[in-house]
């Protein structure tokens, strides 16, 4: 089955850093999703990446889904405190398996 | 467009009982899925439904119910409840089935199992 790995498992920056994030599949990804949680609460869609090569950007935060589609960063320029949460990147189902998750990255960002 | 709603946000039960928690999708979604969220195992697949039909189902046992109206709105069962239980339960809605394309959650149940 397909499984997704993020690192790191968190991460603590001081407001004004860039940072990244990365989710590794073990098997071809054919839709991958990034999604923000605030702690207790539900998911915010953030961009969806399918094409090889793709990169999307809103507002400061890029995502780049690699040539080979088994792995994907998320970049954040010039962190502020209200990205703090937690990061997940998700997967469309492949041969008849269930949406998937992975564990999450949590981010703090200090003042 | 309203989000997805889901009721109770928060549920304290004790073992053994059962429980009947509700979300209702974004208007003209027919998908709704399930999903638990622990800190231990993460976020996972509970189910999914589509027009009123169960379209897949995650590695939960029969104790995890659920069920979808005819107007989209779906309702999860847990029966016998367990420690291990307590979990945030957060609902997805999409327009299309399988998991595919972008979904959107609410804003979850907190279930408390004593």
């Known amino acids: 089955s397909q499984e997704l790995e993020q690192s790191p498992q968190s991460l603590i920056v001081q407001e004004g850093k860039n940072l990244t994030i990365n989710c590794t599949s073990s098997?071809?990804?054919?839709?991958l999703y990034w999604y923000k949680q605030k702690y207790g609460e539900g998911l915010i869609f953030l961009m969806m990446?399918?094409?090889?090569?793709e990169e999307k950007s809103h507002e400061k935060i890029t995502a780049k889904l690699d040539e080979k589609k088994q792995q994907s960063s998320l970049h954040i320029t010039a962190s502020q405190p209200s990205h703090a949460g937690i990061y997940l990147c998700?997967?469309?189902?492949?041969?008849?398996?269930?949406?998937?998750f992975g564990p999450g990255t949590r981010l703090s960002v200090l003042p | 467009k309203a989000g997805v709603t889901q009721t109770p946000r928060y549920l304290i039960k004790t073992r053994g009982q059962q429980v009947t928690l509700s979300c209702s999708p974004i208007s003209g979604h027919r998908s709704v899925s399930w999903y638990q969220q622990t800190p231990g195992q993460g976020l996972q697949f509970l189910f999914e439904y589509f027009s009123e039909t169960q379209r897949n189902k995650g590695n939960f046992p029969g104790r995890f119910s659920g069920r979808q109206f005819s107007n989209s709105r779906s309702e999860m069962n847990v029966s016998t409840l367990e420690l291990g239980d307590s979990a945030l339960y957060l609902c997805?809605?999409?327009?299309?089935?399988?998991?595919?394309?972008?979904?959107?959650f609410g804003p979850g149940t907190r279930l408390t199992v004593l």
């Open positions: 997805a809605s999409s327009f299309t089935s399988g998991g595919a394309g972008e979904q959107f």
């Open positions: 990446l399918q094409k090889g090569g």
């Open positions: 998700g997967a469309d189902p492949i041969d008849g398996q269930n949406f998937v």
């Open positions: 098997k071809t990804l054919y839709g």
